[in-house]
């Protein structure tokens, strides 16, 4: 049972225009989300993060929004530039220890210049 | 300073034989971390160090899986009679201290096929 679903594949966007990345979970006991960037060959690097006890979270051209009730966060990009394609995966570590990551199977963004 | 390395970044084995992966973790981060990454799939986690305590396997897929960590600083991961189901991308990542709010910093992986 996925506990992190990415349900789009794929994501093309024009440059300049928003990208919205999709992510929902199924465990209530999440209260920690991060988004990893991921370009081919290399290791997923971390982007942005939110804690549960907010609702939204800005650091530049990268927004990540979060609504609890309905178990769903949000990765926004404006304005998308080409350097952004890449494979994004939203990850949640599950307990509240130091314990490992579970990853969404992520989704490939394509900005088309 | 410098990130997360792998080696070897390639790996072919035939089916049947015994692999060791390395992963050197960024100077003085505690925790290091194992993932495997199918085509198509996200990171799935292996198993996780404290140190040099294996603190959970419970992702290694089987018995012919081992990882170890004997000094708390580089890592190996062992796997034994390799299967055509083992081929994957192997993701070492580290992190400074023992928060599941601490970034993990990912190596670039070592990519497993067997044949």
């Known amino acids: 049972d996925q506990q992190v679903k990415q349900n789009s594949p794929s994501l093309s966007v024009q440059e300049g225009r928003i990208s919205i990345l999709n992510c929902d979970y199924t465990n209530s006991m999440f209260d920690y989300f991060l988004w990893y960037k991921k370009y081919p060959a290399e290791g997923p690097t971390f982007l942005i993060s939110i804690s549960s006890i907010k609702d939204k979270n800005e650091d530049g051209r990268f927004t990540v929004f979060l609504n609890k009730s309905a178990k769903h966060l949000s990765l926004h990009i404006v304005p998308s530039q080409p350097g952004d394609s890449a494979v994004y995966f939203c990850a949640a570590p599950p307990n509240s220890g130091n314990t490992p990551l579970v990853f969404g199977k992520g989704t490939r963004l394509s900005v088309i210049a | 300073g410098a990130g997360v390395s792998q080696s070897p970044r390639y790996k072919v084995a035939k089916r049947g034989q015994d692999v060791a992966l390395r992963c050197d973790p960024i100077?003085?981060?505690?925790?290091l971390f194992w993932y495997q990454q199918a085509l198509g799939q996200g990171p799935e986690f292996l198993t996780y160090f404290q140190n040099e305590a294996q603190l959970d396997k419970s992702g290694l897929p089987s018995d012919r899986f081992f990882a170890e960590r004997p000094e708390g600083s580089v890592s190996t991961l062992k796997i034994q009679r390799t299967q055509q189901e083992d081929s994957a991308v192997y993701l070492c990542?580290?992190?400074?201290?023992?928060?599941?709010?601490?970034?993990?910093?990912f190596g670039p992986g070592t990519r497993l096929l067997v044949l």
């Open positions: 100077s003085g981060h505690v925790s």
């Open positions: 990542a580290s992190s400074i201290q023992t928060s599941p709010q601490e970034t993990q910093y």
